[in-house]
């Protein structure tokens, strides 16, 4: 039976045996000072702030025995999967594969592409490292869900605007039902926040729904 969650713009029917939770980029290389959020101008403390929520999101996740599958930009160390424009894109001094304080930046393998320790992944969870800003891009991802039967999509991470929207909206697009979790992502912009939120839940829920960590917690204990 589905569980209700009180969300905007609507309760969100969340189906216990069909949900899965994407945590998005929650990487160093996003978080820490040294990174590739870092290098280009960005206020990696705004991201770093939303720690201990997504811990109690994944927390919650893993208590019901739910699917927890993490994400990273990530880079082949050629960069043979890196188009051209994204590489050259910007003024930032470090490009995309250049070695910043945390390796090289965006590269697999490399210290900065790690998730951030405290939201490491446990045995049993899935890690999907995707060269574009949508999970699901050259990731093999839609297949996977398709497979596991997975329907409905709880989303956290960052940043909103860039890797959650877009793969909340191809999410979207492929018919997964999905929730954000509002306090378990940010933006290194607070008006693009709002402004993400607001987008996905206009027009009776057009992208989707949005509702706080604890919303989730009152409502599946
Ligand atoms: C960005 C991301 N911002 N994970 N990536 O370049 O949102």
Wanted: glycine residues 12%; negative net charge; contains cysteine.
């Amino acid at each position: 039976m589905d569980i209700a969650i009180p969300a905007r713009p609507y309760p969100y029917p969340l189906d216990p045996d069909h949900t899965a939770l994407v945590v998005i980029d929650m990487q160093r290389d996003f978080i820490e000072r040294g990174g590739f959020g870092d290098s280009l101008g960005n206020d990696v403390a705004r991201l770093e702030a939303i720690i201990p929520v997504v811990s109690g999101l994944i927390g919650l996740f893993r208590k019901q025995g739910w699917l927890v599958i993490h994400t990273r930009e990530v880079h082949k160390p050629d960069l043979s999967d890196c188009p051209p424009s994204k590489i050259r894109r910007g003024n930032a001094p470090l490009k995309i594969g250049e070695t910043g304080a945390m390796g090289r930046l965006l590269v697999r393998g490399e210290p900065g592409n790690q998730i951030v320790d405290s939201l490491a992944p446990i045995a049993g969870e899935i890690v999907i490292d995707k060269p574009g800003k949508g999970m699901f891009w050259a990731t093999g991802l839609e297949e996977m869900l398709k497979g596991l039967g997975t329907t409905h999509l709880v989303l956290a991470g960052v940043t909103i605007e860039v890797c959650v929207q877009t793969s909340m909206r191809e999410a979207n697009d492929r018919g997964f039902e999905c929730l954000l979790v509002e306090d378990a992502t940010e933006s290194y912009f607070s008006e693009f926040k709002a402004a993400a939120i607001e987008m996905i839940v206009a027009q009776g829920g057009i992208v989707g729904w949005v509702a706080p960590l604890a919303a989730l917690e009152k409502a599946i204990g």
